[in-house]
Structures are given as structure tokens and as C-alpha cells.
């Protein structure tokens, strides 16, 4: 199934600013290494700050990984099994019990292209700067955290396929729910919300 995601909330970038940074954060995460695909996507600006958080880019675009959109059908399958909209025994049949849903996306969940390049509709990047409060041993902390922005309107288009023909009405739930949720940094804020339509073929 394709899908055309319209974003009606700006998205914020995810991927550190400093190219250092960023590989240390994804060797950390995959110790077998990373592709050169994911090293060439670093951007190279030295002005960016070692705070900020950026997009990926080929050719000077920006785009969303294959395995971002993973996660987020990772998180939209734990709200499920929050939430009363499906049984435990209807979510047991498919595997997305909050034990066995990461591993059915991981298995069954599949998406193209590798890169989902983002088109700006005309809009441009700008910065959104806000305040991060965390609670340490010493008290409250507070920093600032500033992430490139893409604006409302932003599109793309992702291939979605799976090997479990059952999962389908859940995966279109997963989507519908990005209109409450989004998805990428700061989502909890409302940041990502974004809807969705099938693509004809």
C-alpha cells in the first residue's frame, strides 16, 4: 500500500547536528556498524551546534529513514494495547502484545523507500528553540534544545507492506493515529501530527 502523509503540525529533525555525535549515537545502537548510506546523510554544517538536531539529507533534501516510520508503528501498536479500541486476545492473534509487537514490526512490517523524501511545498526550514526541564540529584535542570523545523504542509510518500495479511486494518489504525500522536522529537507536544490517504498504484 502507498501512502501520502501530509504533516499538519511542523516536524522537528532528529539527528544531531555534529556528525561525530551522530555516529557515536548510532554505533551505540547498532554495534555491527553502520552503512555508508547513514554516514553520507550526516550533515557536515560546522555551525550547527553540538545541542541541535537536524534532518538527513540527500542531494540537499531532507528525508525520514525506513526505520524511523518503523518506529513509529511501534509506538502507535503500544498505545493499543493501552487503549480499549482493541481486545488483548484480538492483539494476541497478530502478535502486538506489548511483549511481541517490536518484533512484528521488526519481521513483518516492511518500507520503502529507504529514504521517504520530504517535500516542503514551497515552505522553508526554520529552528524551533525550547526549554528541556529534567529532574537530576541536584534538582530541576533546565537546557535549551534547538531542532531544524520543517513546516505544516510538508509531504511524503511511503510504500508500506507486510508478510501478515491480518495486520493491515491495524497498520491503518497506526496511521490514523499519527494525527494524534505524530511522530519524530518532540511528538508529545503535538510536533509530527500528520494524516495520510492511499496512493493509487
Not at 551505540?28 to 539529507?57: M, Y
Not at 540537499?60 to 493499543?80: C, M, N, R, S, V
Not at 508529545?188 to 501530527?193: D, E, H, V
Request: hydrophobic fraction near 40%; charged fraction near 30%; glycine fraction near 6%.
Amino acid at each position: 500500500m502507498k501512502a501520502r502523509i501530509l504533516f499538519i503540525e511542523p516536524v522537528l529533525g532528529t539527528l544531531a547536528g555534529d556528525p561525530e555525535i551522530a555516529k557515536e549515537f548510532i554505533l551505540s545502537k547498532h554495534p555491527e556498524g553502520i552503512s555508508n548510506d547513514e554516514v553520507e546523510a550526516l550533515t557536515s554544517d560546522e555551525a550547527l551546534a553540538k545541542a541541535c538536531t537536524v534532518f538527513p539529507r540527500i542531494n540537499g533534501q531532507p528525508f525520514i529513514w525506513d526505520y524511523q516510520w518503523k518506529g513509529f508503528f511501534k509506538e502507535a501498536f503500544l498505545a493499543f494495547t493501552m487503549s480499549d479500541r482493541y481486545t488483548q486476545d484480538s492483539l494476541k492473534k497478530v502478535r502486538l502484545t506489548k511483549y511481541l509487537l517490536k518484533r512484528t514490526v521488526d519481521l513483518m512490517i516492511f518500507i520503502k523507500p529507504r529514504r521517504a523524501i520530504l517535500d516542503l511545498n514551497g515552505g522553508a526550514v526554520t529552528w524551533c528553540e525550547r526549554p528541556l526541564v529534567g529532574q537530576t540529584m541536584r534538582g530541576e535542570r533546565i537546557s535549551l534544545a534547538r531542532s531544524e523545523e520543517l513546516p505544516e504542509g510538508t509531504t511524503c510518500e511511503i510504500e508500506i507492506s507486510t508478510m501478515n495479511q491480518n495486520l493491515w486494518p491495524y497498520i491503518r489504525d497506526a496511521l490514523d493515529y499519527g494525527e494524534l500522536k505524530g511522530m519524530l522529537q518532540w511528538r508529545n507536544s503535538g510536533k509530527g501530527r500528520f494524516v495520510w490517504e492511499k496512493v493509487d498504484e
